[in-house]
C-alpha cells in the first residue's frame, strides 16, 4: 500500500470519529421554555447539592403582622327609670286586661298562634357575603450588606451544614447543622452548639419546603406568561457551557409566586439571570437585582455545584453540644 493511500484512509477514518461524535453531541436549545421547562424538572429531582450565597445592599420585603386576639367588646347595661306609683297602677291595670283578653283568646278555637321569626332571624337572599380582610404587609427594609452563606444540603436525608449568615439581622449568623429531627447551633467564636428541634426552624433548609422552594418559584416566575425571558446565549461557566436566560420581572409576578410565604411578602420588581447548564439542565447560577424604588437597590446570587453528590451530613459529637440547664 503507498503511502500516500495510507494517509487518505487515515484521514478518511478520522473525519468518520468526528462526525459520530459530533452526532452524539446535544444539539443546543433555542426555545427559552424548553430551557425553564427542564431546569424546573430538574429542580423537582434534585436530591442533595452544595451551594454558596451572597448578596449586597438593601432590600425591603413586606412583613404580615402575627394576627392577634381582638377583644369582643360587652354590653354596657342602659340604666331603667324607676316608676312611679301611678305608673305602678296603671301598668298593673293594663296587665290585668291584658291577662283577661289572654285567657278568653286562649279558650277560643282559632286562637292557635302561628310563630313568627324575628326580623333578624329571617335570611336576606340579598345580603351579601362577608368579604375577607386583605392582608396588610408592612415594609421593612433588609441590609443585605455582608450576607455570605456556603454548605452542602442532603434533601434525601433531611439533613444540612450551613455556615453563615446576614450580618444586617441579629442572632442570624454562625454555623447550622441538620440532623433531622434536631438542628445544632453555634455563633461565631461559640465552641459548643445548642440543640433543639428542627420544627423550631421556621425554615428548614433540609426540606423541600424551605429554599429549595423559593428557588423553584424563582425559576417558575421566569415562564410567567405576562413576562418575557430571552436567551442572551450560551457562555462557560465553571461547570461548563450553560445557556444565559434574562427575564425583567415585576412585581405581580414576583408576589403570586412567593405568595405561599404567609408571613413575608416580596416587594418591587428586579432582574432575573439564571445560567443552566446545556448538557444537564442544571441551575448553575442564579442572581436577583433589584433598583425599584419600592425595593431598594439590592443584588443577590446563588451558586449550585456538586448536585446528588454530597457526602454524608453528621450531628456533632455530644462533646460540642452544650447540655441544657
Keep these: 500500500m503507498s503511502r500516500r493511500k495510507s494517509l487518505v484512509i487515515a484521514a478518511v477514518g478520522t473525519l468518520a470519529v468526528v462526525s459520530l461524535l459530533a452526532g452524539c453531541a446535544p444539539v443546543p436549545l433555542t426555545d427559552v ?44 347595661p342602659v340604666p331603667t327609670d324607676t316608676p312611679n306609683a301611678s305608673q305602678s297602677a296603671s301598668a298593673g291595670a293594663s296587665a290585668s286586661a291584658g291577662a283577661s283578653e289572654s285567657v278568653a283568646a286562649s279558650t277560643s278555637p282559632a286562637s292557635t298562634p302561628t310563630a313568627t321569626p324575628a326580623p333578624s332571624e329571617v335570611p336576606s337572599a340579598s345580603e351579601p357575603a362577608t368579604p375577607e380582610p386583605t392582608p396588610v404587609y408592612t415594609a421593612m427594609p433588609v441590609s443585605l450588606k455582608g450576607t455570605t452563606a456556603d454548605g452542602d444540603i442532603d434533601f434525601a ?12 439581622v441579629p442572632g442570624l449568623s454562625g454555623e447550622w447543622i441538620i440532623v433531622d429531627p434536631y438542628y445544632y447551633y453555634r455563633g461565631y467564636g461559640d465552641t459548643t452548639y445548642t440543640e433543639s428541634g428542627d420544627s423550631d426552624l421556621q425554615m428548614n433548609p433540609a426540606l423541600p419546603s424551605g429554599p429549595l422552594y423559593i428557588v423553584q418559584q424563582m425559576v417558575a416566575m421566569a415562564s410567567d406568561p405576562g413576562l418575557s425571558p430571552v436567551l442572551v446565549g450560551t457562555e462557560q461557566e465553571p461547570s461548563g457551557a450553560c445557556y444565559h436566560i434574562r427575564v425583567d420581572v415585576n412585581q405581580s409576578a414576583l408576589n403570586s409566586k412567593l405568595a405561599s410565604l404567609s408571613l413575608i411578602q416580596a416587594l418591587g420588581g428586579g432582574k432575573l439571570d439564571l445560567w443552566i447548564t446545556q448538557g444537564s439542565f442544571q441551575l448553575e447560577r442564579m442572581e436577583f437585582s433589584t433598583g425599584d424604588p ?9 451558586v449550585l455545584s456538586n448536585w446528588n453528590n454530597v457526602s454524608p451530613i453528621d450531628q456533632p459529637p455530644s462533646s460540642e453540644v452544650a447540655i441544657p440547664t
Excluded: C, W
Aim: zero cysteines.
Design 33 to 76: 421554555h424548553k430551557i425553564l421547562a427542564n431546569a424546573q424538572t430538574n429542580l423537582g429531582n434534585l436530591q442533595s447539592v452544595h451551594f454558596h450565597i451572597e448578596a449586597d445592599g438593601q432590600y425591603i420585603v413586606g412583613v404580615q403582622p402575627v394576627p392577634t386576639d381582638t377583644p369582643v367588646p360587652t354590653d354596657t
Design 157 to 168: 436525608n433531611k439533613t444540612a451544614h450551613v455556615i453563615g449568615g446576614m450580618p444586617g
Design 294 to 302: 419600592s425595593a431598594g437597590t439590592a443584588i443577590g446570587r446563588l
